[in-house]
């Protein structure tokens, strides 16, 4: 095949799709602005920087983040094996050393003879193949050009997320389910006790936040306020603003409570619920201490926890259709987290799933439909799935299709979603002839 593509980005996302494609024989043509020009949290000059921590989370298949790196191994993953050549001690979570990781993904793409490399700035969409994965801090000159994309209402700069929970981890029996004035069903409501409000509030103000980089300190979250900080305007500042209980009886007791914490819908499946309101910079260990102080919530699976940051990140439904490919133009695709997919392994995974669904259009072959039974079609299914209110999503078990019969317990339920999840990826690999 001649045809050559260019990838924009030589992070976690651009490195796995150029992998992708070269091993397949197609030529690549691979464009950063690094060394020439940095974002505010690169610092090296290798490809596949990690620019905070160095731990790649879970291995285990109890658990969705080994479950994709499973199907990343399954389908030949270039930034996994990096991963396993640069491993560090980590307990049960892949952690690398971070220096040897970029340098085996930087020598194992140099080393390959289809692969051209350019120091250059992007700064407009590439002519066609090409798949952009420049990123969540995008320079300002490219993400300029992105938000005049044909179709698409909002290129997102922040991130300003509230925690997101697994449906069967919540109480259902300390929860009831009522929209405010008797006016339908969708919410599920906590309600608190005045006891209850006030322990929640006291350790909501003294918990700890997580530190901002230096280029995210005069970032200002359009209308949305951290739910932390609301709260240390005074004691009553919540119970009148998002835990309002107005408009919502308990039937348990008849009686409005002091407070209530609504839960909304997440997903069509109704496995995730997000807390309305609870937009957040509070340390992950903090939200899950003090969220779980909420009626309902004690024994609550955080799938995703509430994030304030710097993100440049596409409101992905608007514009893009299956495997990541602009729905104008299935030549131009994106992949990692400017699609609005979160961490390191699935900002790759989805460069793995944009190159190969590239590879098959450029062949004019049909496309694989990694469906919503693995994670690496349930991340991409999510991206171009339309939303109220479209928020980058990381790997988890429940955005996952359920169980196709009842399964006991939360452990059992994992193993038998990996199970599931392994067996269709092999199917999948016959059926479009892909190798591992
Ligand atoms: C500060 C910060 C900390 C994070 N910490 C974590 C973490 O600890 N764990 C985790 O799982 N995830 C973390 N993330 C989220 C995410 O997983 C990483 O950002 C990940 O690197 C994203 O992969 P990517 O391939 O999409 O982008 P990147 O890995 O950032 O790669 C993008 C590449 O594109 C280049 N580039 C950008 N603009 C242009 C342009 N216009 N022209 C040419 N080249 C360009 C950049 O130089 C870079 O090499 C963090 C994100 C940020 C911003």
């Not at 289809?114 to 590439?126: C, H, K, Q």
Request: with cysteine; charged share 25%; glycine share 8%.
């Amino acid at each position: 095949m001649t045809t050559r593509v260019t990838v924009a980005g030589a992070g976690l996302a651009g490195c796995e799709a150029a992998w992708q494609l070269v091993r397949r024989g197609v030529p690549v043509r691979l464009v950063d602005m690094k060394p020439a020009r940095r974002s505010p949290a690169h610092s090296a000059d290798g490809f596949a920087e990690l620019v905070c921590s160095n731990s790649l989370k879970a291995e285990q298949l109890t658990n969705a983040s080994g479950l994709l790196k499973a199907e990343m191994r399954a389908l030949g993953s270039l930034i996994l094996r990096a991963a396993e050549n640069s491993r560090v001690p980590a307990g049960s979570a892949l952690a690398v050393d971070r220096e040897r990781f970029s340098e085996f993904v930087t020598r194992t793409l140099k080393e390959h003879p289809l692969i051209e490399f350019e120091t250059a700035l992007v700064d407009r969409m590439p002519e066609p193949p090409a798949i952009v994965a420049t990123g969540p801090l995008t320079d300002p000159a490219l993400a300029d050009a992105l938000t005049r994309l044909p179709g698409l209402r909002a290129l997102h700069f922040f991130d300003a997320a509230a925690p997101i929970v697994t449906a069967e981890s919540i109480d259902m029996d300390r929860v009831f389910r009522a929209s405010r004035y008797g006016k339908g069903s969708d919410y599920l409501n906590c309600p608190m006790t005045e006891a209850e409000y006030n322990a929640f509030y006291d350790a909501l103000v003294s918990a700890e936040l997580a530190e901002l980089h230096d280029f995210e300190k005069n970032l200002v979250f359009e209308g949305c306020l951290a739910v932390e900080i609301l709260a240390r305007r005074g004691r009553q500042t919540l119970a009148f603003g998002p835990l309002k209980p107005v408009g919502l009886t308990d039937p348990r007791t008849g009686k409005e409570p002091c407070a209530i914490v609504q839960l909304r819908q997440e997903n069509e499946s109704g496995t995730l619920y997000n807390l309305v309101g609870f937009q957040t910079r509070l340390k992950w260990g903090e939200q899950k201490r003090v969220f779980s102080m909420i009626p309902g919530l004690e024994n609550a699976e955080f799938a995703r926890y509430g994030v304030m940051h710097r993100n440049t990140y596409l409101n992905s439904p608007d514009v893009l259709g299956r495997n990541y490919a602009l729905a104008s133009d299935p030549l131009l695709r994106f992949a990692g987290q400017l699609t609005g997919v979160e961490g390191y392994m699935e900002s790759a995974a989805s460069g793995l799933v944009a190159a190969i669904g590239l590879f098959k259009a450029l062949r004019g072959e049909p496309e694989p439909d990694f469906t919503g039974r693995t994670v690496l079609g349930a991340l991409e299914r999510h991206v171009r799935t339309k939303a109220r209110d479209f928020q980058p999503m990381n790997a988890n078990f429940g955005i996952l299709d359920p169980p196709d019969q009842q399964v006991r317990g939360k452990r059992n339920r994992c193993e038998r979603l990996s199970e599931r999840a392994l067996q269709e990826l092999d199917r999948i690999k016959d059926e479009c002839e892909l190798r591992s």
